[in-house]
Structure formats: structure tokens, C-alpha cells
T-cell receptor, first 115, second 115 residues
Framework: NAGVMQNPRHLVRRRGQEARLRCSPMKGHSHVYWYRQLPEEGLKFMVY????????ESGMPKERFSAEFPKEGPSILRIQQVVRGDSAAYFCASSVTSGDWNTIYFGEGSWLTVV | AQTVTQSQPEMSVQEAETVTLSCTYDTSESDYYLFWYKQPPSRQMILVIR??????QNATENRFSVNFQKAAKSFSLKISDSQLGDAAMYFC????????????FGKGTKLTVNP
């Protein structure tokens, strides 16, 4: 049973380009979370999605960032017009359901470098 | 808003010895969950141990145990018989019971295990 799969693992973008990060949750999981980890920092919540719905996007920057989790296919975190400050590790996590004690499994992260 | 503080940026321990990592948090809620995650050099986030706030008994997982002091809002991690493979960043995290599933992380403690 494959874990949470993220790709690409490493992505380099020039300032102003777009970055797309993909996340395939564990089989049977319908809840996806995205976190960002800046250098020397802990992970910070960005967004929580269920299939075709954004449940909580309170951690998402208001501009340039968007996320989706379509009925078919992986979840996508999209960053438009990237800037140097977007350089970070982006972690995806998934769970089978919500509620108490559901276990949230993390992927290995996608490293975005903006040059 | 909830906050999590890890006051020890770095710690070191001799192999086979015991080490305790500190974590304090701030919340006005009475029910919540606390977690310790390990991030080895591979950068994957691995759940080490978890605690429900309403449980007085401290959680234990093999060589890992916690000292949960609810009134003091303290949640320390004790690693017994430290092994070289325990070397990693350790993050303390808080999660609200119900509602949004987001985790609030501390900034982490880098643990070095000396042979």
C-alpha cells in the first residue's frame, strides 16, 4: 500500500513562473492537507481539502496560491508568479476520514527553489 | 490562536542514554490532541507518539514516552536507550478536537545522538 506520493520532489522555478505540486493521497483517503516548511521552521498549515471541496484555507496566502482536489486525480497546489520567499518544502498529508484520532500520514515533501 | 513552543533548538545525547525534549503550548480549549513528529534527514514526517488531553495517563510507545502536564500546558518527550537512528528533528504539534483538522507545529528540536 503506497504512502502519500508527492511530485516533483524537487522543483526549480525562476521568479515569475508558475509552480505546480502534486499529491496523491494514500489509497482510500479522501482528505488532503498541505503544509509549508520554511528553512529552520516547523510546518505551517496551508489548506485542508476533501474531494472537490476546500474545507479550510485559512493558512493560504490570499494571492497567487490555490489548491484543488478533483474527483479524479491528485491534489494540486499551484503557486503563480513565484517569488524568492516561496522557496520552501511543501508537504502533503492525507487521512481516511476526519474526526478524532484519525491518523494523518505525510508525504516526503516537494522542495521548491525560486531563483 | 494556539501556539506551540519548543525552547531547545538543539539537543545531544550519548547512545543508550536518555534525553528529554521540551514542548509548551498555549490554548484556551479544554479538549485537544498533542503529537510528537520525527523528521530524519530523509525529511519525511513520522508520527512518534500522540496524547489525548482528557487522558491523565501519559502515552508510551516502546522507548518513547511523554510527560503531559495539562495545567502547565507542557508536553515533553522522553527517549530512553537512545539509538543512532533517533537522530532527527523533533516537532511538537497541537490539534484541536473536531472542526478543522490542522496541526500547529513548534519550530523543532534537532537531536544529535553521539556514539
Amino acid at each position: 500500500n503506497a504512502g502519500v506520493m508527492q511530485n516533483p520532489r524537487h522543483l526549480v522555478r525562476r521568479r515569475g513562473q508558475e509552480a505546480r505540486l502534486r499529491c496523491s493521497p494514500m489509497k482510500g483517503h479522501s482528505h488532503v492537507y498541505w503544509y509549508r516548511q520554511l528553512p529552520e521552521e516547523g510546518l505551517k498549515f496551508m489548506v485542508y481539502l476533501q474531494k472537490e471541496n476546500i474545507i479550510d484555507e485559512s493558512g493560504m496566502p490570499k494571492e497567487r496560491f490555490s489548491a484543488e482536489f478533483p474527483k479524479e486525480g491528485p491534489s494540486i497546489l499551484r503557486i503563480q508568479q513565484v517569488v524568492r520567499g516561496d522557496s520552501a518544502a511543501y508537504f502533503c498529508a492525507s487521512s481516511v476520514t476526519s474526526g478524532d484520532w484519525n491518523t494523518i500520514y505525510f508525504g516526503e515533501g516537494s522542495w521548491l527553489t525560486v531563483v | 490562536a494556539q501556539t506551540v513552543t519548543q525552547s531547545q533548538p538543539e539537543m545531544s545525547v550519548q547512545e543508550a542514554e536518555t534525553v528529554t525534549l521540551s514542548c509548551t503550548y498555549d490554548t484556551s480549549e479544554s479538549d485537544y490532541y498533542l503529537f510528537w513528529y520525527k523528521q530524519p534527514p530523509s525529511r519525511q514526517m513520522i508520527l512518534v507518539i500522540r496524547q489525548e488531553a482528557y487522558k491523565q495517563q501519559n502515552a508510551t510507545e516502546n522507548r518513547f514516552s511523554v510527560n503531559f502536564q495539562k495545567a502547565a500546558k507542557s508536553f515533553s518527550l522522553k527517549i530512553s536507550d537512545s539509538q543512532l537512528g533517533d537522530a532527527a528533528m523533533y516537532f511538537c504539534a497541537y490539534r484541536t478536537q473536531g472542526g478543522s483538522e490542522k496541526l500547529v507545529f513548534g519550530k523543532g528540536t534537532k537531536l544529535t545522538v553521539n556514539p
